[in-house]
T-cell receptor, first 111, second 115 residues
Framework: GENVEQHPSTLSVQEGDSAVIKCTYSDSASNYFPWYKQELGKRPQLIIDIRSNVGEKKDQRIAVTLNKTAKHFSLHITETQPEDSAVYFCAASRSFNKFYFGSGTKLNVKP | DSGVTQTPKHLITATGQRVTLRCSPRSGDLSVYWYQQSLDQGLQFLIQYYNGEERAKGNILERFSAQQFPDLHSELNLSSLELGDSALYFC???WGQGIRDTEAFFGQGTRLTVV
């Protein structure tokens, strides 16, 4: 089955700095890679996703890159704000079945 | 509001007991996923149903079972509960056809505490 590894497990940045979270996956057939943000005590919510036919996608301050050859994908948050503080999960899926999640990254943005 | 409804929101029960968690997917979604999130842990995939049939299985214990009914709501049954089963249980739904791009929407979760 798929194995998704996520690093780092915790990340502390100063407000305004950039944050990068990296994930690797094992199943070369995985073709959909969403990123979820989970605030304390709340449900995970999709913030951005990327499909295997795209190398990069950007939405305002967040962007995701995918390297299919190396089987890794990354989340980039620029100009971080305190409200970006949360746990971020990456996931990999083959044709939208059985989403496998990484172990999560706790991002702390210090004002 | 994601449109995915989970009940109950909180559940406290004793070891050895059995509980049922319920999930109503978003209108039109055929696929339901169940995840377990223990304290400060990631999301562990348990099981997926698509249009009433089991589609994929993850690290689900034999004491746990699930089903999806004709109206597409799903139930996760947890039996012979142990202290270690205390966790937040999430349900997510998606259209799930695999040929159309849809994300998985999460419900608010059911917090199970086993005492």
């Amino acid at each position: 089955g798929e194995n998704v590894e996520q690093h780092p497990s915790t990340l502390s940045v100063q407000e305004g700095d950039s944050a990068v979270i990296k994930c690797t996956y094992s199943d070369s057939a995985s073709n959909y890679f969403p990123w979820y943000k989970q605030e304390l005590g709340k449900r995970p919510q999709l913030i951005i996703d990327i499909r295997s036919n795209v190398g990069e996608k950007k939405d305002q301050r967040i962007a995701v890159t995918l390297n299919k050859t190396a089987k890794h994908f990354s989340l980039h948050i620029t100009e971080t704000q305190p409200e970006d503080s949360a746990v971020y999960f990456c996931a990999a899926s083959r044709s939208f079945n059985k989403f496998y999640f990484g172990s999560g990254t706790k991002l702390n943005v210090k004002p | 509001d994601s449109g995915v409804t989970q009940t109950p929101k909180h559940l406290i029960t004793a070891t050895g007991q059995r509980v049922t968690l319920r999930c109503s997917p978003r209108s039109g979604d055929l696929s339901v996923y169940w995840y377990q999130q223990s304290l400060d842990q990631g999301l562990q995939f348990l099981i997926q149903y698509y249009n009433g049939e089991e589609r994929a299985k993850g690290n689900i214990l034999e004491r746990f079972s699930a089903q999806q009914f004709p109206d597409l709501h799903s139930e996760l049954n947890l039996s012979s509960l142990e202290l270690g089963d205390s966790a937040l249980y999430f349900c997510a739904s998606s259209w799930g056809q695999g040929i159309r791009d849809t994300e998985a929407f999460f419900g608010q979760g059911t917090r199970l505490t086993v005492v």
